[in-house]
């Protein structure tokens, strides 16, 4: 294990202090706003690092009291009893601030959005897509997190062809952005009367939402169509509702909204652009990071595929951590967190170990 940066939590409690200072003396309200958001951030390690220190001089006190002859025995046998469970203490306090030192992805904190398509099974892998979206909408739910439909395509025996969705509230990239990949669905389809086991899939994708400080899209870059909508008629005939496509020309990626609103079309259209270009930004950034190492779960390729949920067997099995779980009822109603945590303590142990490589 990586020795702790003594010098950087020292400067982090330094800086802790300076905060408490400054916000005790009633700023004004924007540079409260910054000061509060950076205290938040910096309480849990230095309330972390602290608990260290404390516990360091414990050790140290006992230490002492064993050394010292003057000591009568019966203390320093109590001394002695203690002493492991301090140390085993202090093992893991270091590991805990290790990992909140990791660096961070400045992401994790933002809300996300999920887009789920159809891949090869025909309406089966529509019907998983459908599955799926429901999976994560009561996630959300459980996590207290919004979720908006953006678009979707509906599949000919239900489900969808394709769904796109914001997921709205703290911290939602963080939990779900290991998601992004092509999920596989091993079970007997309702239509399929000799009882034979049928494989389709669908792929996930996770996206960071971006606001319009993240990323710019000059007017120029854009080419907006708007289309009369196939609605219902009847009682919406003399609605305006258009779809919009917007398709942005250096990257040619195209992305289409067809709600009621023509204005709503837009914003949203923009929304899961401006969305698709920062993460495309990202991509690019981790891959010259990384060019000569990829973690395994955080590839973020989106071909792989990560994940079997095999029902007859009430199976799923993450390929990339080489997890299996026979809780496939219980993850298809959201209760993914097993899988979620497992994917992110793999993902800091090997940051850990990279870490350990470089000191």
């Known amino acids: ?7 950087k939590m020292r400067e982090l ?12 003396a009633g700023p004004a309200a924007d ?17 972390k690092i602290r608990d260290y220190e404390r516990v360091l001089a414990e050790a140290a006190d006992l230490d002492t009291m064993l050394a010292d ?8 046998d109590l001394a002695e009893m203690e002493l492991p469970e301090v140390k085993e203490r202090i093992e893991v306090l270091e590991k805990e601030i290790q990992v909140l030192l990791l660096p961070k992805d400045a992401a994790d904190e933002k809300s996300a959005i999920l887009e789920i398509r159809a891949g090869t099974g025909g ?29 979707s395509s509906d599949g000919e025996a239900g489900g969808y062809k394709e769904i796109i969705a914001t997921i709205t509230g703290k911290g939602v990239f963080s939990r779900l952005k290991f998601e992004s990949g092509v999920h596989r669905v ?6 399929e009367a000799g009882g034979r086991i049928h494989t389709s899939a669908a792929t996930v994708a996770v996206l960071p939402e971006a606001e319009e400080i993240d990323i710019e899209i000059r007017p120029e870059d854009i080419r907006i169509d708007t289309m009369r909508s196939s609605g219902a008629g009847g009682q919406h005939v003399n609605t305006t509702d258009s779809a919009v496509r917007i398709t942005h020309i250096p990257s040619g990626i195209v992305v289409t909204s067809s ?20 993460d495309m930004e990202r991509q690019r950034a981790d891959n010259e990071r990384s060019a000569d190492r990829k973690s395994q779960v955080g590839s973020g390729d989106r071909s792989e ?10 199976r799923v099995t993450d390929h990339r951590i080489n997890l299996t779980l026979y809780k496939l009822d219980r993850m298809m109603i959201g209760e993914i967190d097993e899988v979620v945590d497992a994917l992110l303590a793999d993902y800091q142990a090997s940051q850990l170990a990279q870490l350990g490589e470089q000191a």
């Open 1 to 7: 294990m990586a020795k702790l940066p003594v010098e």
């Open 13 to 24: 409690e330094r800086r802790f202090g300076e905060i408490e200072a400054r916000m005790s």
């Open 31 to 47: 540079v409260y706003v910054k000061l509060a958001s950076e205290y938040s951030e910096l309480q849990p390690v230095v309330a």
């Open 69 to 76: 002859k003057s000591v009568d025995r019966e203390m320093r």
């Open 123 to 151: 309406s089966e892998a529509a019907l998983f897509g459908g599955d799926l979206f429901r999976m994560y909408e009561r996630f959300a739910a459980n996590n207290g997190w919004k979720v908006e439909i953006l678009s």
């Open 186 to 191: 091993q079970r007997v389809p309702e239509t």
């Open 259 to 278: 709600e009621k609103s023509q204005h709503q079309n837009r914003a949203k259209a923009m929304q899961v652009l401006r969305s698709r270009l920062f």
């Open 305 to 314: 595929r990560i994940r079997t949920y095999n029902f007859p067997q009430g």
